[in-house]
């Protein structure tokens, strides 16, 4: 990852035996370089955070491909890790000093949850906003996790897919280390407030134990940042007010407390080991490729099959609805110009409440209100969440969509998109979560 603030990154020395004199600048001739001295075979040359190098059959190649290899003419050498520039300079010992620094440029993030809906298009985003990123998603490819998602970019070469498990220490030590990974953005949680009711031990599990052995793999690693996707939610409700990021966490749900372990995990991290650690806490998110169970994706699809919206209570709980590309650009300032150690609340300060949101979805659809259905609210639903944003404004960021733009977008996305969700709305894993969780609420 490039950090706005710094031009360069450290400069890796790599000691090369040569026959014969000193040169500048030239390609290195094959002969000037003993191979035998690089402890033939295939066993490690060098290795450290950023690339382990090999020596294979004469050649000098990096673990993961790039687009930029370079090649040194008349010379079995590839540097296909990561771009370098390379200086020859300082011939002593008989030996020759490569200079090679990472270009500045490069950055190689590992995005966690990068198969579910904010992460799936964080990841579209950051290929977009940065041309010389390479991004390893890592996914275990839960209910939530969708490949669909990120269809788009098979055979992008700067985007590789893991199916794996963040909880799972040997596979991130195995991906930190063949991808010189400089760079951990973690989105992989699970994140249903609804479920977390039905079975809270595989929140802790992957909320709070998998921050912890991404956080292990950033101090072993010595990542240039450490992200944590984190959410509203930790606040608890706000009757009144703007929730800051000093204020203290008052979770209501085993999901927001997951989330909230996750975060002071991040923190202790910061203070203990020094991994540069942020936090971003952001509001609701609506856009493509979210969940059908979530409920605007949930109400859009179901006005469209004209079948109930089923909301909870009185429907007046308040929400701030950004659109999620707003609160992807929010997370790229954030990684590039926030302060290690800080939290940063993403959200627009705009409020509406779900019957609102309801009635526009329908609005949009051109179907009628009739299709509301009240049902028995959710214990311990918060009734209002609200960010004060201040602190990431001074960043620069800002959301750039109205809720009334977003929820249009969304809505039109769903409609386009019908491919994306009905395979989903009709699988069996679906169906049966629907029925456990609106079956007898819808009858009564
Ligand atoms: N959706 C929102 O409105 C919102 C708002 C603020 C913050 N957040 C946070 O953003 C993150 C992403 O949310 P989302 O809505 O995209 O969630 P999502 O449920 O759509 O996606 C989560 C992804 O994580 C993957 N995953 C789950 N457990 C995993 C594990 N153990 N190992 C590897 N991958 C695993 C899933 O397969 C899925 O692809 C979460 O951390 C959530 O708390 C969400």
Redesign the pocket.
């Given at each position: 990852m490039k950090p706005q603030s710094r031009c360069s990154r450290t400069v890796f020395l790599v000691r090369f035996l040569v026959l014969s004199g000193g040169f500048a600048g030239a390609p290195l001739p094959a002969q000037n370089i003993f191979t035998d001295d690089f402890s033939a075979g295939a066993s490690p040359l060098w290795s450290n955070t950023r690339g382990n190098w090999v020596v294979a059959n004469g050649s000098y190649t990096a673990q993961q491909p790039s687009n930029n290899p370079l090649t040194f003419s008349g010379l079995p050498f590839q540097l296909k890790d990561f771009v370098l520039s390379v200086d020859i300079n300082d011939v002593a010992d008989g030996g020759i000093w490569l200079r090679c620094t990472p270009d500045a440029q490069n950055g190689v993030l590992l995005v966690?949850?990068?198969?579910?809906?904010?992460?799936s298009n964080f990841v579209r985003y950051l290929l977009e906003a940065h041309p010389d990123y390479r991004v390893i998603v890592?996914?275990?490819?839960?209910y939530?996790?969708?490949l669909d998602n990120l269809k788009d970019l098979v055979g992008n070469p700067r985007y590789t897919f893991r199916q794996?498990?963040?909880?799972d220490i040997a596979l991130v030590d195995e991906i930190m280390r063949a991808h010189a990974i400089d760079t951990i953005v973690?989105?992989?949680?699970?994140?249903?407030v609804d479920r977390s009711l039905m079975e809270p031990g595989a929140f802790i599990?992957?909320?709070v134990y998998?921050t912890y052995v991404l956080l292990e793999a950033a101090k072993k690693y010595g990542v240039e940042r450490y992200h944590q996707?984190?959410?509203?939610e930790v606040y608890g409700e706000v009757l009144e007010g703007r929730s800051q990021e000093t204020d203290r966490l008052h979770t209501r749900s085993p999901y927001s407390a997951s989330?909230a372990g996750a975060d002071l995990m991040c923190l202790a991290y910061y203070t203990s080991f020094n991994v540069p650690v942020t936090i971003t806490r952001?509001?609701?998110?609506i856009g493509p490729y979210?969940?059908p169970e979530?409920v605007v994706p949930l109400f859009i699809t179901n006005a469209i099959d004209d079948l109930p919206l089923p909301l909870y209570g009185d429907g007046s709980q308040m929400r701030d609805y950004q659109y999620v590309l707003d609160?992807c650009a929010g997370i790229d300032v954030v990684l590039h110009r926030g302060q290690p150690g800080e939290i940063y609340n993403l959200g627009t300060g705009e409020e509406t409440s779900n019957l609102t949101m309801a009635r526009l979805i329908l609005k949009l659809l051109g179907k009628p209100e009739s299709l509301i259905q009240r049902v028995t609210d959710r214990p311990g639903h918060d009734r209002r969440y609200a960010l004060d944003c201040s602190k990431v404004q001074q960043l620069g960021w800002r959301s750039q969509h109205t809720f009334d733009q977003a929820i249009e977008k969304t809505v039109r996305w769903y409609v386009d998109n019908e491919w994306w969700w009905r395979k989903i709305k009709t699988g069996a894993h679906y169906r049966e979560y629907y029925a456990r969780q609106y079956g007898d609420r819808l009858q009564s």
């Open positions: 966690t949850g990068g198969a579910g809906f904010i992460g890592l996914d275990k490819l839960t939530a996790g969708n794996g498990d963040i909880c973690n989105f992989a949680a699970e994140s249903h599990q992957t909320d998998g996707v984190s959410t509203d989330k952001g509001s609701n998110n979210q969940y979530k609160h």
